[in-house]
Each structure stands twice: as C-alpha cells, then as structure tokens.
T-cell receptor, first 114, second 110 residues
C-alpha cells in the first residue's frame, strides 16, 4: 500500500490564484481530513469527510472547498489564494472517525502564497 | 473538546528512556489518548494509543493514570532518530477531529 499520498509537494502561488491540492489513499478508508500547520504551531482541521459524498467543516474552513466523489480521493481547493494561506497542508485518513481508528497522515504540501 | 497540556521541550541522553508527560484532565469516558510525532515537518507519525490500560508496541509504551487525567509516553531506548515533536492528543471519536497542541520537542543528545 502507498498509504496517503499528496501532490504537489511544493507550490508557490500569487495572491488571487486558485489551485487544488490532491490527496489520495489506497487503504479503503472512509474518513479523510485536511489539516494546515503554520510555523511553530500544531495542526488545525480545515475540512473532513466521513465517506464519499459527505463533507463538513473543521476549525478553519474559510477560503477552502472540498468534495468527495470517491472513497480514495479528497481534494482541497483554494478558491482565491491569500498570503495567510501560506502553510503546510496535511491530509489524513482512517477507517472511520471512531475513537479507536488511527489516522494516518500524508507527507504534506508546502504552499507559499506571494 | 478535551485539551492536552505538554511541556514545550525535553532533553534525553541517547540510549536512555525518554518519558514524555501529558495532562488531559477534561478527558471523557470513551475518549482515547493518542500519541503522534513529527520529524522535521514531515507528516505526523502514529506511535500508540490507549483508553485506560497501559499499552506497549514496538515503538513505545503508554502509561495512563487510573483517573485518566494524565499519561506518559515512554521511549525505552531513545536514539538520535527519535528527536521530534511529540503530540499527545485526545480522540473525541465524534467527528474524528484531532486537537493538536504545540507538543513537546524532544531532543535526544549523544
């Protein structure tokens, strides 16, 4: 299994540009989520999905959109990039959102918005 | 949401046991304690989790107090590769949301 994969690894955008961060998992996990990590900080939840066709907002959803058309993929869209969205983005997945289901993280996408 | 408190940093000599404490005094009955670590801004790596009994796996041991208000992660023989930020997290099991604090930066020294 490849686990959780993320593309691209690095990205530089100009303010106002849009882009999609890709996340895929091959573990047949129902639950997927996106976090962002700012320098020196812990991770904060952006959006999550408990299954295909179902998404919900996390702690810091503004400026981001998600959709979940398949079990494997959970893309994160930046509609109009802002410098405040400069961060490292991590995708995670687990079988469910339950107490005992371990979440596995991808390697991250490092995004810089100029 | 249950929150955790960890010391910001700790040092440990290579080959010695590293004991990382965590307070989670507001934890609820069904919530599990999870430990992750993050090396050089890579994706967080799962270490271990537990409810109320002590747990051990190939990476570490987890000791949870009887009242479940605190826990300790033990790396039995720390190596230089264990230098990382360690996060103690309570899994609320509701939305799957993991609440990350700032963690403990463990520096293993030769």
């Amino acid at each position: 299994n490849a686990g959780v994969t993320q593309t691209p690894k690095f990205q530089v955008l100009k303010t106002g540009q849009s882009m999609t961060l890709q996340c895929a998992q091959d573990m047949n996990h129902e639950y997927m989520s996106w976090y962002r990590q700012d320098p020196g900080m812990g991770l904060r939840l952006i959006h999550y999905s408990v299954g295909a066709g179902i998404t919900d907002q996390g702690e810091v959803p503004n400026g981001y959109n998600v959709s979940r058309s398949t079990t494997e993929d959970f893309p994160l869209r930046l509609l109009s990039a802002a410098p405040s969205q400069t961060s490292v983005y991590f995708c995670a997945s687990s079988y469910t959102a339950g107490y005992t289901d371990t979440q596995y993280f991808g390697p991250g996408t490092r995004l810089t918005v100029l | 949401d249950a929150k955790t408190t960890q010391p910001p940093s700790m040092d440990c000599a290579e080959g010695r046991a590293a004991n990382l404490p965590c307070n989670h005094s507001t934890i609820s009955g069904n919530e599990y304690v999870y430990w992750y670590r993050q090396i050089h801004s890579q994706g967080p790596q799962y270490i271990i989790h537990g409810l109320k009994n002590n747990e051990t796996n190939e990476m570490a041991s987890l000791i949870i107090t009887e009242d479940r208000k605190s826990s300790t992660l033990i790396l039995p023989h720390a190596t230089l590769r264990d230098t990382a930020v360690y996060y103690c997290i309570v899994n609320t099991g509701n939305t799957g949301k993991l609440i990350f604090g700032q963690g403990t930066t463990l520096q293993v020294k030769p």
